[in-house]
């Protein structure tokens, strides 16, 4: 059986690159409207290009967190 791809597979795809990758993801958490990330090593995000990806309406900084709020 073929798997068809997602209609936010990019996305997700872009999202995990501009935090830095796979690799500097300690945790990740989901609710409805958001992504909440605890990056190892928060300068390796790239906030301005990942505030301005498709479903991304705001990129939040708390205490080595990093939270994206999405429709």
Do not use: P
Request: net charge positive.
């Amino acid at each position: 059986m073929k798997k068809m791809a997602g209609k936010y597979d990019a996305t997700a795809s872009k999202i995990m690159t501009l935090v830095g990758g796979t690799e500097n993801v300690s945790s990740l958490i989901h609710c409805v409207t958001r992504l909440r990330f605890v990056l190892k090593d928060t300068t390796k995000a790239d906030r301005e290009k990942l505030a301005q990806t498709e479903y991304v309406l705001t990129v939040l900084d708390s205490g080595g967190a990093t939270s994206s709020r999405s429709w």
